[in-house]
Nanobody, 122 residues
């Protein structure tokens, strides 16, 4: 099983980024997925989660209406579109796999990606 994040970088406040998580080594469409982030010096926190077919999504209050999670089961990729970025969005962002949304939301799934860094600064 591999989860490989990409798309991070440096962006100005108000800007946008799209993160991707490429999955391999398992039947992607059988799992719910999530994005977490860990700001510098803080604990890892849930950003968004999506169920296996993309019809159910959950968001942290801090990102709702700015971020969108989606997935392409044909390409085995889960995305995180981030708009209206703020300095407080600066963090390492991680992809996470779980057998259910409840498991994903708790960060209790079985695999994590290596992370991609997002820095929001002018």
């Amino acid at each position: 099983v591999q989860l490989v994040e990409s798309g991070g970088g440096l962006v100005q406040p108000g800007g946008s980024l799209r993160l991707s998580c490429a999955a391999s080594g398992f039947t992607f469409s059988s799992y719910d997925m999530g994005w977490f982030r860990q700001p510098p010096g803080k604990e890892r926190e849930l950003v968004a989660a999506i169920n296996w077919n993309g019809l159910i999504t959950n968001y942290a209050d801090s990102v709702r209406d700015r971020f969108t999670i989606s997935r392409d089961n044909a390409k085995n990729i889960v995305y995180l579109q981030m708009n209206s970025l703020k300095p407080e969005d600066t963090a390492d962002y991680y992809c996470h796999r779980g057998e259910s949304l409840a498991v994903v939301r708790r960060g209790a799934g079985d695999y994590w990606g290596q992370g991609t860094q997002v820095t929001v600064s002018s």
